[in-house]
Each structure stands twice: as structure tokens, then as C-alpha cells.
């Protein structure tokens, strides 16, 4: 049982001035593994201060010696691979294999990334009539969501240290526990005092108290839209500085020339990787007409690929993370067996599976762009398979929607690929199986964010511009 009563506040773990207990539930058996101390308002105004008192010697702290900071955390991160690993796939529900070479890589890959970036990355630069110089943007207020407990904790904390801003960090009360080894990582490390502080809580307390509090200047929040609003309300009546990155609906589109196993097994892979419990998801799935019955057979005959079950056996799905989510992905499954045709999956739990937030991995047929299950994020392993007859109408549905955060293409024509890529609406585009590349900027258009994340623009976020006229030259 991971009972974790206190937070972490200038360098120290301290008790919570409310009394206030929240249970943490695994996923896969429906059982408590721990408990967590959900804090005050009060709690949150020590933190603020210690990270305003850190503020001053740790925003001018040296490149070299934030570098060397980063590169030790990594190295430490590396020494608990075992205990992350373990720690997500029990509050989250995640397969082991998933844990490893999904959420626990992303975590490690972001802070060797910053560390990367940071040895190029100028904080002042000559213009000839002009310099421009980055000043830290002061205090950053972080609010992580759920589905991947290390990977938008770890992008947002290393970019905040590589701009020698200090931070507080309330991740998601549904899975806090891969936050706190985190801290510990820090905390053994050295990390400056005040430089990095853990307040949990809720989103109405905590989060809410971040994103209006006076004393911090820069609100990064990961989540959903609802929610991504109240944030920029809040920090409005500041005019603080607010990042953002929210839902997607992201399109798939195979083309003509591709090779109908692979997509499928693309298509597939989406919406069983993290139960489908990704912003960046492509869970609408654009199909040529003409392909349409060879895609739906090809769906049918890799799904059994990605088994469901138990995450300490060999299965690729895990649970959804609550019976909250469980249900909402439930209500949108009826919604889709009213719209369109289903092609496999459906309502309830897969067959012989009684304990666990689990879901049955489903794909409608028949879909049209403006239906309810093309439009709303469900957030499980859940997609839609939509005909076109043309690039250009493939184009045109891809662009239909509120959200712009990722876009994937499918096919061997190098030109209609880079067409369609180009003309995708969206933050992030892959072409067929392109690697991740954590230097490259993550974030999206429309009502799927602001800002970006990763690498040299991620750092960009913690820092604010300064021209100086008149600046001596050397």
C-alpha cells in the first residue's frame, strides 16, 4: 500500500495543512493501492513562495550548470526504472511492456532531450539594430492530466529547468504516484530548494488555485478542453502567460497506393495503446471508397493482435483508468451503435473478464464526418472508419473539426504524401511509420491547444522576450 500523506515544499516533505484523504484505485483489480493527501489552499501559498524565493539564484543559475542538472536526473531516472515501470502499470492500468517502452522511455527521453537542446539553445542574440535576449518567465504553475503520469510531467519540468524557472507541479489525483518518484529523483539529485515543489490535490482546489494565483506567472496545463477554458479564464485576470495542450480528434488517412494490412494494423494500434487513452489518438480513420471492405476485413483480422487483459500478463490493452471513464466511453459506444454500423467490439466488458475497467476494443463502419463518434473525443479504444472518393475530399473531412493536434498519413506515393501532410490542420503530422523525434515541437491548432512542447520550442514556453536597443558591442 503507497500511503503518500505530505508534499513536497522547498526541498522538504511536509504534512498537508487539510485533512482531506483521497483513495488511489488500480484499474485491472478494482482494489485500493495507496493513498494520497489532497491539499489546501494554504499548502499551495508555501510552495508558490518557495519557488519565489528560489526564483532570484535559480533563474540564473548557467546553461552548463542546468545542463549537468538535467543529465543527472535522467541518469537517477534510469536507477528507478523498475519502481516507474511497476508504479504506472498499477495506478494506471498500463501493460507492462507499455509501461517500459511507452511511459516510462517518454519520461527518460524528455529530460535527455532538454539536456540536448539546452547545448545550443542561445538566450541572447544580436540583430544588428537590435538584441534579443530570454529572460526566464518566472514562477510556472504545471497541471498534468491522468493517461501518461511521466510523460507530460517529465516535458514540462525539464523544460522549466532548462529555463531556470521553478515550478509546482499538481499532477492528476487518479494517478499520482509515478509524480512522486519523480520527486524523489529530484530530491536525491539535489535540485535546488524551491526550484521544485508537489502539491496534490484536486483540480476545483489545487488546480484551480494554480491557474488564478498571483504569485505564479506561467500556467502549463494538459487536459481537456473544458477544463483548458477555466484555466485561461482564471489566468486572465492576471494576464498571465498560459500553455495548453488539449483533446484531439486526429484523422488517419490511407491513401489509395497503401498497403491495406499495414494501415488497418496502424489504425488498430491507435486505439489499443494506452486503452486509447490518447490526446494525439487518430481515431477517425479516412478510407478510400474503393478500399472499404478489404480495410474492414483487414481491421478484423489484426485486432486479435492486440489482446485485452490482465497488465501483468502478455496483453497489449489494459483497463480504462476508472469506472468514470469506463462509463463515458460506454455512453459513446451506444451513440455510435444509433449512428452507424458496428463493425467490432460493442457495449460491456470482453467475454470472460469480470473485475477491471476494461473495454472491448471498438471500430464502427458507415461513419459520417458529422456524427457525434467523429466529433467528440472519447478517450478509449474506440474509432470510426469514414469513406472518401478523392484526396481533396479526404483533405477537406481530415480539416473537419474542432481539434488539430495530430494528423497521420498512409500510402507510397512520396507526392500525394507530402500533399496531404501539408494540408492537415494539425500540430504534428506522421507519414506512414516515422519514428518519434522528441526535439520536434508537440502541440496543435484550434481547440487542441497553445504553445508548444518538447525540445528547443518546449524551453521557449519558460521564457520571455527582450529587445535592447543600444546594446554595447563587442
Not at 526564483?55 to 516507474?84: G, H, M, V, W
Amino acid at each position: 500500500m503507497r500511503n503518500y500523506l505530505k508534499h513536497y515544499i522547498n526541498g522538504e516533505w511536509i504534512e498537508s495543512t487539510g485533512n482531506e484523504i483521497e483513495e488511489v484505485i488500480n484499474p485491472a483489480t478494482e482494489e485500493v493501492i495507496g493513498k494520497i493527501s489532497l491539499g489546501t489552499n494554504e499548502d499551495l501559498d508555501k510552495a508558490v513562495q518557495a519557488a519565489r524565493d528560489a526564483f532570484p539564484s535559480f533563474s540564473q543559475t548557467s546553461k552548463e550548470k542546468r545542463i549537468e542538472l538535467l543529465k543527472e536526473i535522467a541518469a537517477e531516472y534510469e536507477n528507478r526504472k523498475e519502481d516507474i515501470v511497476e508504479t504506472i502499470t498499477d495506478e494506471l492500468g498500463s501493460p507492462k511492456s507499455i509501461s517500459e517502452n511507452v511511459h516510462y522511455m517518454m519520461g527518460y527521453n524528455h529530460f535527455s532531450q532538454a539536456a540536448e537542446s539546452l547545448k545550443n539553445f542561445s538566450f541572447i542574440e544580436d540583430r544588428g539594430g537590435h538584441t534579443v535576449m530570454k529572460d526566464t518567465v518566472g514562477v510556472s504553475g504545471l497541471i498534468t492530466p491522468w493517461n501518461f503520469p511521466t510523460n507530460q510531467t517529465s516535458t514540462k519540468i525539464a523544460s522549466a529547468f532548462a529555463a531556470g524557472s521553478p515550478v509546482i507541479l499538481k499532477p492528476a489525483e487518479v494517478t499520482p504516484f509515478a509524480a512522486i518518484i519523480l520527486t524523489e529523483i529530484f530530491d536525491k539529485v539535489g535540485v535546488p530548494k524551491g526550484a521544485f515543489n508537489l502539491v496534490n490535490g484536486s483540480g476545483s482546489v489545487i488546480g484551480d488555485g494554480i491557474s488564478s494565483h498571483p504569485g505564479i506567472d506561467f500556467v502549463s496545463f494538459t487536459g481537456s478542453g473544458a477544463v483548458g477554458k477555466k484555466v485561461m479564464q482564471n489566468a486572465s485576470e492576471r494576464i498571465a502567460n498560459v500553455a495548453l495542450e488539449l483533446g484531439g480528434k486526429s484523422p488517419l488517412v490511407v491513401l489509395e497506393d497503401a498497403d491495406v494490412e499495414e494501415a488497418a494494423r496502424a489504425a488498430v494500434s491507435h486505439i489499443a495503446t494506452n486503452s486509447g487513452q490518447v490526446c494525439s489518438a487518430a481515431t477517425r480513420v479516412l478510407v478510400p471508397s474503393s478500399m472499404k471492405k478489404s480495410f474492414e476485413e483487414a481491421v478484423q483480422k489484426v485486432l486479435p493482435e492486440y489482446p485485452v487483459g490482465n497488465p501483468r500478463e502478455d496483453n497489449h490493452i489494459g483497463p480504462l483508468v476508472s469506472q468514470k471513464q469506463w462509463d463515458t466511453v460506454q455512453s459513446y459506444i451506444k451513440k455510435g451503435q444509433e449512428e452507424a454500423t458496428l463493425l467490432v467490439g460493442g457495449t460491456g466488458k470482453p467475454e470472460g473478464v469480470e473485475k477491471g475497467y476494461y473495454a472491448k476494443p471498438t471500430v464502427f463502419t458507415d461513419v459520417d464526418n458529422d456524427m457525434v463518434i467523429a466529433q467528440e473525443e472519447i478517450f478509449g479504444p474506440v474509432t470510426c472508419l469514414i469513406t472518401y472518393d478523392t484526396v481533396e475530399e479526404a483533405i477537406e473531412i481530415a480539416n473537419d473539426t474542432k481539434y488539430g493536434l495530430a494528423g497521420y498519413v498512409f500510402g507510397e506515393d512520396e507526392q500525394t504524401l507530402v500533399k496531404v501532410a501539408s494540408a492537415l490542420k494539425a500540430g504534428r503530422v506522421k507519414i506512414n511509420d516515422a519514428k518519434a523525434d522528441f526535439a520536434a515541437p508537440f502541440g496543435g491548432y484550434k481547440q487542441s491547444g497553445i504553445g508548444r512542447e518538447w525540445g528547443d520550442y518546449g524551453i521557449e514556453e519558460y521564457l520571455e522576450i527582450k529587445t535592447i536597443l543600444g546594446y554595447p558591442k563587442k
